[in-house]
Nanobody, 121 residues
Framework: VQLQASGGGLVQAGDSLRLSCVAS????????MGWFRQAPGKEREFVAA????????EYADSVKGRFTISRDNIRNSGFLQMNSLKPEDTAVYYC???????????????WGQGTQVTVSS
């Protein structure tokens, strides 16, 4: 499966952004998917994950209550709604998908290209 993330940009603290991840291939609907991010000089970190059915989600503590992950299996797409953005959310955001839940939690699934999110104070 190939993944392409989009929707990043430059925003101010407190603003919102919605990231999208479009996947190729019919198998996406049977895959869990997730979002990771990597800030300059830091390791890539887990942000959120959602199972194939869209009824189980998991979030990093740093984004709980502010970010919401969702998916549309008909359109082979996943989304990350980011509200109340903070400067520390600045990073390149990557989507990924995999057949196992553990794959998207640990970052061992299929990766897509990232999209830059920059939050100014």
């Amino acid at each position: 499966v190939q993944l392409q993330a989009s929707g990043g940009g430059l925003v101010q603290a407190g603003d919102s952004l919605r990231l999208s991840c479009v996947a190729s291939g019919r198998i996406f609907s049977s895959y869990a998917m997730g979002w990771f991010r990597q800030a300059p000089g830091k390791e890539r970190e887990f942000v959120a994950a959602i199972n194939w059915a869209g009824n189980n989600e998991e979030y990093a503590d740093s984004v709980k209550g502010r970010f919401t992950i969702s998916r549309d299996n008909i359109r082979n797409s996943g989304f990350l709604q980011m509200n109340s953005l903070k400067p520390e959310d600045t990073a390149v955001y990557y989507c990924q998908a995999g057949p196992a839940w553990s794959a998207v939690i640990t970052g061992t699934g299929h990766w897509g290209q990232g999209t830059q999110v920059t939050v100014s104070s």
